[in-house]
């Protein structure tokens, strides 16, 4: 695969490319551009990938360009690498919210454009990551691309109108599943139980419940329905929830946050 370029080495760019090395990516495969001097000198010396000296470098060396800044800072980083970009380079925004047609706005002409959704988990290799390929992207750029975001975890392909519903699901999804878990140790702390206590236990019963899911290969509700037992202890508790509408606020939850990723198209 010819040289990957990344624009924005923050959270999720270091994430990216740190899963890319430890792939097997070779380093001088692999280029970045990042404006705070302190995080250049930072991954230089860390990862030993060297920083193009401009946007313009990098655009000109990078046959995928990953697009890794916040939403706000689009428009100046596309404005900055527009009069490099040509067939020859493939643009992937990981950029939450901003739609392929308004990365098109910025380019007044077509150019290659894939969007990939990844989450936070790209930190530890587990990440679900959502691609949709632009207008006249080729097979073998949308393989390249699969096994750029393979090194960091899943990846499923989806349609472009369903970016925003991945970003929520996806990209949210982590904290809302850490919000849960962190209601678990509190009802273990307000029962008495010490908080490091409560934190392993409950930690221990979601990865138990994630292996056993795993290796089962069942929905969910099956595995729910073998550990609610007629008149007992879990019966009682998930009673409570469906009276306070647990399913319904966590799905409407999701749908606010897809709609607020579609808002942020509105930053460009
Ligand atoms: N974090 C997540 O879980 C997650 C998941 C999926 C997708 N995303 C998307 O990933 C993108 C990056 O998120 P992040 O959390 O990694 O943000 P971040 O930590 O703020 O990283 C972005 C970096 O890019 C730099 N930058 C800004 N403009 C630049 C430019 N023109 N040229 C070069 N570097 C520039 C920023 O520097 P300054 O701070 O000095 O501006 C910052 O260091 C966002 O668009 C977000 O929607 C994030």
Redesign the pocket.
């Known amino acids: 695969m010819e040289k990957i370029g990344i ?7 270091e994430a990216i490319l740190k899963a890319l090395i430890k792939a097997g990516y070779k380093t001088e495969d692999i280029a970045f ?4 001097k302190e ?1 250049v000198a930072y991954i230089e010396g860390l990862y030993r990938v060297f920083s193009a000296d401009s ?1 313009e470098g990098l655009a000109k060396e990078s046959r995928y360009l990953i697009v ?4 706000q ?2 428009r ?2 596309l404005i ?1 690498i527009a009069p490099y970009i040509d067939e020859k380079n493939v643009i992937i925004s ?5 739609k392929i047609s308004n990365i098109l706005s910025v380019f007044h002409r077509p150019i290659k454009i894939i969007r990939a ?4 988990c790209a930190k530890v290799g587990e990440a679900a990551t959502g691609i949709a390929a632009g207008k006249g992207i080729e097979d073998e750029e949308l393989k390249d691309t699969k096994e750029i975001f393979s090194c960091l975890g899943s990846v499923i392909e989806v349609g472009e109108e369903l970016m925003d519903a991945i ?1 929520a699901l996806a ?1 949210s999804g982590p904290a809302f599943f850490l919000f849960f878990l962190e209601a678990m140790i509190d009802a273990g702390v307000k029962m008495g139980i010490p908080r490091e206590k409560s934190k392993a236990m409950s930690i221990q019963v979601i990865k138990g419940t994630l292996k056993m899911l795993e290796e089962e290969d069942v929905h969910p509700s099956i595995l729910r329905e073998m550990v609610t037992s007629p008149g007992g202890t879990t019966i009682t508790g998930l009673t409570h929830l469906e009276k306070k509408a647990f399913k319904g606020s966590i799905i409407t939850a999701i749908e606010k946050a897809a709609k607020r990723a579609g808002e942020l198209s509105s930053w460009l």
């Open positions: 624009i924005g080495l923050g959270n999720m760019g551009y990042e404006l705070k995080r946007p890794a800044v916040k939403p800072d689009a100046q980083t900055e990981i950029m939450a919210g901003i959704m990844p989450n936070i970003t990209g």
